[in-house]
């Protein structure tokens, strides 16, 4: 009799465990529904860095719509960059660092994303401090400078590439959010012409966005109104 409820015992004690083959089930079925997830996440991350990017760009619009009311209704410019000490149409950050001189924006975080800074959309060698000095890739940012404020067409500000040197990289996977002189803000479809590698950011050429209906070339428009600055 004790020998039978001493096997039975062992059986019972025997299945309180998984078994290999239960282990790699339970594995396989995690890894499928982990990776059924992943393009569902990433898109939400996506457009929540692109979200962030199109807010910034209202603010610092906003920013810039102060200064140009405080400075004979012109936006940071050559003349203004200038007699403020810095160089003109060197980098974006000198036309920025007006905004903090001048009392029109008070926070760094505008000229960063920190959602795309987190899926490697925007530069992570420098976070912003909010020391209202913009360091070296604090700033996303692009700046056109001497742009004719009465001109609602042209592109006013963009948002840069990865490298935190151009806005030609595809940043937004086939999107350039751009900020017009008319304060709109969106994200515009980008099509480059001839076809580029937009992983590589050393590349350049016609970058193709839809102003007004109209497919323009940023490369040929923008410095007919003026210099082209990069974040540095």
């Known amino acids: 009799m004790k020998t039978n409820i001493q096997a039975t015992q062992n059986i019972k004690r025997k299945r309180k465990g998984f078994t290999l083959v239960e282990l790699l089930v ?35 619009y906003s920013a810039l719509l102060g ?21 003109a ?18 926070d760094e ?8 800074a987190k899926m490697g959309l925007a530069s992570t060698t420098t976070t912003p401090d909010n020391d209202k ?6 700033c996303v940012w692009g700046y056109v400078a001497e742009l004719d404020p009465g001109d609602s067409t042209s592109p006013f500000i963009f948002d840069s590439s990865s490298d935190g040197i151009s806005f030609l990289t595809n940043t937004w996977k086939g999107k350039a959010i751009i900020i017009k002189v008319d304060g709109g803000a ?7 012409a001839p076809p580029l590698t937009p992983a590589t950011p050393t590349q350049s050429g016609p970058v193709n966005i839809d102003l007004g209906g109209t497919q323009t070339d940023i490369m040929t428009t923008v410095p007919a109104h003026g210099v082209i600055t990069t974040p540095g």
């Open 67 to 87: 200064f140009m009311s405080a400075n004979d209704n012109v936006f940071p410019n050559t003349s203004t960059v200038t007699a403020a000490g810095g160089t």
């Open 186 to 192: 969106k994200a515009y479809n980008i099509k480059y």
């Open 26 to 60: 339970v594995i396989a079925i995690i890894a499928s529904l982990a990776g059924l997830s992943y393009g569902p996440i990433m898109k939400h991350l996506e457009t929540s860095a692109r979200t962030e990017a199109i807010s910034n760009g209202k603010n610092i």
């Open 133 to 138: 000095t913009l360091a070296t890739t604090e």
């Open 89 to 106: 149409g060197t980098t974006s950050n000198n036309y920025f660092q007006q905004l903090f001189d001048g009392g029109n924006i008070s």
């Open 109 to 116: 975080k505008y000229f960063y994303n920190r959602q795309g």
